[in-house]
């Protein structure tokens, strides 16, 4: 393989735009450190925050051209879409009630879509997008992240392989803390807690969503039948906080589905068992190099990214030799230094060459 | 904070060349990802393989300018110093023989360095260096890389806070199988193998020096006496594959230190417990973002990146919120996919507008 | 305390007898260390088999006395009723359709009872059982063998202590795969999978019942309301081997019970987490001698037997230092009660004959 | 295999006395547990404290017969060998300082002997203690308890099976905290601080000692060279509390050793890796039912006691089904060894008297 593949095909970076994850935001920073690790995108514009001066300033810090800085996301889109040098695609990040709008515009307009989960609000929006899809042939991509662990990859490769049998039992988890303390005060006006914009069931928007693509991911399995109950714990809150269910897949298999963001003092331990007739596999978010194979009537083994055993689908998704987690470039990153004096700008501004 | 404070100081990113680090190699894409992760560096040119033709390819591939590809490492330094847009860092990965005059000469040209450990393969070499950086007030980073792991900061700001008390009793290890298997072809001539390339003994080069780092990373602690037995345990193998070592700290404490590359089936564990007056701390880089501490008298505790507990040290080096793994964005970049075919370059070449 | 307290009390150790746990058996051969392991106990008759050479050769290898060596479960009540030195109790262990009777000819005789789990096989025997229980004043106990962990102790403790504050979430899983490899040849006429024997829900009588009983007992709740699938995933089989259900506890709060026998490869997989408004706990049969306290916004704390923190119920149930763990017929042996008032060595003393 | 081996062997229980372990001890009332639980040994006299008065209150307690209450070690050994039905064997927990005296005398009545480690203060005294050993035919054991943890005596099974090839690496360590905390109050004139006592190195007497068994009951080598630092962390204390080797084994493996108790904060980590040329064992005290198997170039495994892979040696040492953990006076009791031979029925029977 080449060393940058998306040149060796293009003779370029694609081109991305941002739409949210500005200052404080969690996702967006992940977002422009994914996008960059591979070389394989140039962000050129974005939009960081609906308060445009606010999101002037952030474009300005990310060093963006004066010429693709815009004050909305519809002006990005038609911009872009007119210059020759233009977007290849859009990456959104903002709250839920704007995923419909902002894909819809960006698929109309020729623009490939990275959209975050939940995809829309409603049913009916979704399937309207999926409509759009099909008929542009674009390319819309959910960011069930998840599945880009190269355990939960090995995990599908495994069970595809046959190497569980047929699958009988589906235990999956998403357990969180982070919402469980009733004092914590959050921003006033918080779009989570608002189910007109974050949507009917936050945790089911939030974890939920991911707990149930990771269980299809994995088995390639679909729910059949649901028995559940979607509710709230925390007191004084007007959305969904927990939600259980027992399920019963389209080959027979059951399943136990529980997700929660008031579970006091729990990180995120998004967690899943897969069980057929020749063995199990376990893994667990908080610790992801780690996937345990359970086969019957033999020893279980750990298996670790690029380590003995490992499928394709799991290799092509680390950069990695075996036994260095995939926080080990993170690791070396904070190496890397900040600029020293000689080069700040002030000193930089008397001094025009080196 | 800004979005990137690099742009915010300088304007602009810094501007980085790459020596070594070309297709085949780990350590290459992953100074190559850590450079890009927080968008403050901009690879502008590289060296990747003595042979020009090999190195010409790969710099293309990686999408350099044409008229930064160079014939050679002294070629770059010359062109690049001379350019008023040159290079203002230089990241060397070469084989440990090159590092003396490589960072040498970047040093000569004002260019500040990143260089991979070991430093050089003598004493006298490595006092040469340190002379010549102190001269020139220039940046000289070696990359002791598992020392920006959010929790290895952690252990040195909770050392440094007084929460260990004295430190009393150090034990390290870092315990590989790469090089276990007497059976196993390396490439003809490799490098590691040849003690004139890459150094005295190979396992205090490759992984002895990480070990001897941490430890005083994190203890603040100077080894003052050291009595040891480095060797070769894999027969045929000119080159040391495992060392051991009991150490007197400067303060009094004791240690002990085991390092080696022939343990079979064990992949890539460094592990570092120490103990002072107050209580102990362990830490292994296979599970690197747990760090466990036991106080006196107390329950033991597991710390994690950003968790509760966090000092300014740790936190400073993690963009993550507690409870995802430093591979949490890597899981989401797997995500966002390669182009779609209708931007192909041979598409692009018939149709120039989108 | 005394070194042998039974003896204190009693001048004397309590005689029990075993009925059931004959050659082959692993829970016989558990109770019996049990029993002994305080040297509370002396066992000094028991019937081992329905086939009455086959128990009287077990008997023999025992060691019983030859006037104790008995043919049937009523002529050892009878004979043992009329004995000077009869026995103080009975430990039961036998397929689960003779717990009923066993346990009430022992409790008409005067004979405190241990018995194993499930109580009975229907629901009204169990309120005979216990009706008689509370006329005669005697002691009934079920082998509810995990809670003897110290740890779940400490649990419980720590919830009474008001540690986790207010209880709202509960999940617990018991997930084994001894039954589920179809192809695996039991003994024929095996008694777990005849519903008439075993009863009506091999998981729920087996491990299901554990389920419950480990949750009740840490939470201190009861279960209020249930929606449930229970059924079977292995072909061919008569009795239930999965079962799953969403819980509504007293308090309000939410639970997920899931039990298996059916997910190959996992071993004994009985866990608990349990969240309240001040924090979680976790605990897994597997590693027993680790619970997990994630206290809300404190760095989650691991709690080992008699370690740092450990409260009286736990530090009671268990022998041993911190660091040394404990083992399941430890567990169990905890189980095993004090001498009932009525045998205390000054009622005794007024009172020569039974 | 019947249900109790040894009453079919002897037609009754092995007659122990004990020395050592009275109210407060935690290793005496390990040892009655662990002698009882298999109901081999029934216990009939002993000593416990050099306190006649004390003694024979924890001697009553503990329910033996009058004429067997003693006031010395050597009246015991007296009296009893005189008796019909005397001691076959004496369990000797005493200080060190006193176990070459009880353990001579045992053997000079035809008294075989379980003692606890070290041996005895002095080479000399070891010597002749195996000389006389040697001289009588008596069986004497030391408790070198951590053997006897199924994993550990997998482990010694997997070597010998050749399943890790040759053995080139070995690392040993043995850390505690308890002596850590140098503000501790100690009973005074407690005999493990008094060197004259306790010997001339309370680490190495106390846990080298294991940590050296440990090593060569796995590898089967012996150590050849040894280079050493021993010695004291702690201030204020007269005996030493650390000790770190180089080991050279007598097949040319190199080795790492390391023990202390003044690692504040850890409980009882002893942990060895055993590296050979096809694999890696790795096993901790602490989860010792966990052994993991890491061999070249397959995923590493977990073996558990009885599961899938267990051989022989140590499929004997434990009574449990897979998943059901084991405990530490288990891993003791396996140490008592079954009846020698001049005890035998067969014997017996022609040889009314000792």
Redesign the interface.
Known sequence: ??????????????RLAVIGG??GS?IG?????????????Q?VTGI?SSDPAKSKK?AS???FESDRIYSSVKELYEKE?SR?D?I?AV?IMTPNDSHFDYSMWALER?I?V?CDKPMTNTLEEAEALHKKVQET???F?L???????PM??QAKAMVEAGEL?TI??V?V?Y????K???NKVFPAGYWKFDPARGGPSLVMGDIGSHAHNLTRFITGLEVDEV???I?T??PNRRVHD?G???LRFNNG????F?V?Q????????LRI?V??????LEWM??????L?????????????PN???TLPLSAR????????????????????????K????DV?ANK???
């Open positions: 393989m080449s060393l940058n593949p998306v040149i060796d095909m293009l003779g370029r970076r694609l500005g200052t969690f920073a992940m977002h422009r450190q994914s996008a960059r690790r591979d070389d394989r995108y962000i960081f952030d810090e990310l060093g879409s020759k233009g290849d990456a020729g490939d990275i042939g674009l390319v991509c960011t069930h992240n998840y599945t880009g662990y939960v990859r049998g009988r039992l235990q988890e357990v969180q803390g982070g469980a303390d009733e028995s559940a109950e509710g714990i925390v927990f259980g269910a027992m298999a059951r399943g136990s529980w929660t008031a579970a006091a003092g729990v990180e995120n331990c068992r069980s057929g007739t020749k063995g199990s978010q908080e610790i992801p190099q780690a345990t194979f359970k086969p019957l009537g033999a020893p279980s083994e750990n298996r670790t380590g003995p055993g998704c680390t950069r990695l030799v075996a036994g260095h987690p995939e926080g080990f470039p993170m690791a070396l990153q904070i190496f890397i230094p900040m600029p020293p000689r080069l700040r700008r930089l025009q060459t080196r």
